[in-house]
């Protein structure tokens, strides 16, 4: 419901794989989506992620009050 996964055939350069994903703005959700990027970075021998995470990568990051978990 979140990304698009597609496949790319190419003679020349290979097979690989495109995601495109928009994360949940739910938080509760979004370990879904880290899941999904697990498994495709596990069966992909070329693989390339595009789109919005809707995350942060450390606390630097945050910004506002609300707290968030690890």
């Known amino acids: 419901m979140n990304h698009i ?8 350069h290979g097979t690989w794989r495109l ?3 928009y994360d949940f703005l739910d938080g509760k ?3 879904n989506s880290w899941n999904l ?7 992909a021998q070329f693989s ?3 789109g919005n995470f809707n995350d942060i990568l450390s606390f630097d990051e ?3 009050r609300v ?4």
Do not use: Q
């Open 5 to 12: 996964d597609i496949e790319v055939v190419d003679t020349s």
């Open 19 to 21: 995601t495109g994903l």
């Open 29 to 31: 959700r979004r370990r």
């Open 37 to 43: 990027l697990r498994r495709h970075s596990e069966t």
């Open 48 to 50: 390339y992620i595009i």
């Open 62 to 64: 945050k910004k506002g």
């Open 67 to 70: 707290d968030r978990p690890n």
